[in-house]
């Protein structure tokens, strides 16, 4: 069975500028998260989805990040414009449900560097 | 206030030994669940173990187990003979309630390093 699926796996870009992050969940996993790693930090969730629609999203800074799920199973994050702060590695991961014990799986994350 | 809290940066524990990973948390919900995650130097966070707060036994998965005391709101893993592959950060996280969102809070981690 594939894991969840993530790119790109590294990217650096210039502060103001932006950036996109592409997940791919686990086959019929209908919940999908965001979250944000900052070094030496657990993760953060920044956003989950059931299929296509958003759960929770109260720590994703609205002002300038941005997530879909289109047809509930490709999931993008988007960051515009892109601060010193936003430095740290996205993880994506996806459960069966989110509910119970079902555990999330995490893709290998995407670190990005803001310069 | 934290909601989980691992108050061990660092442990360094000979090869074979058994070690205990401290982990405490916070929460008034009734319902509610307790993961353990690792995190090698590749990043990726591998599940270990789950614990569910209306579990009577605790959990165990070969090498883990998972010491949870409710009432001291204590959820400790325990990983038995350690390896040189069992290096690497850990995480405790709870999943809340919160109005069916079911999210995932984490610790800040422990940093485990096995010596040979």
């Known amino acids: 069975e594939a894991g969840v699926a993530q790119s790109p796996r590294y990217k650096i870009i210039e502060k103001r500028q932006s950036v996109a992050f592409w997940c791919n969940p686990i086959?019929?996993?209908?919940?999908l998260y965001w979250y944000q790693q900052i070094l030496g930090q657990g993760p953060k969730l920044l956003i989950q989805?059931?299929?296509?629609?958003?759960?929770?999203d109260s720590q994703l800074p609205k002002d300038r990040f941005s997530a879909e799920r289109l047809k509930g199973v490709d999931s993008t994050l988007k960051i515009q414009p892109a601060k010193l702060e936003d430095s740290a590695v996205y993880l994506c991961?996806?459960?069966?449900?989110?509910?119970?014990?079902?555990?999330?799986?995490f893709g290998p994350g995407t670190r990005l560097t803001v310069l | 206030a934290q909601k989980i809290t691992q108050t061990q940066p660092g442990m360094f524990v000979q090869e074979k030994e058994a070690v205990t990973l401290d982990c405490t948390y916070d929460t008034s919900d009734q319902s509610y669940g307790l993961f353990w995650y690792k995190q090698p130097s590749s990043g990726e966070m591998i599940f270990l173990i789950y614990q569910g707060s209306y579990d009577e036994q605790n959990a165990t998965e070969g090498r883990y187990s998972l010491n949870f005391q409710k009432a001291r709101k204590s959820a400790n893993l325990v990983i038995s003979a350690s390896q040189l592959g069992d290096s690497a950060m850990y995480f405790c996280a709870m999943r809340e309630d919160p109005q069916g969102a079911q999210k995932l809070v984490f610790g800040q981690g422990t940093r485990l390093t096995i010596n040979p």
């Open positions: 086959s019929g996993h209908a919940t």
């Open positions: 991961a996806s459960s069966l449900d989110g509910t119970g014990g079902n555990e999330q799986f």
């Open positions: 989805f059931q299929n296509n629609g958003v759960v929770d």
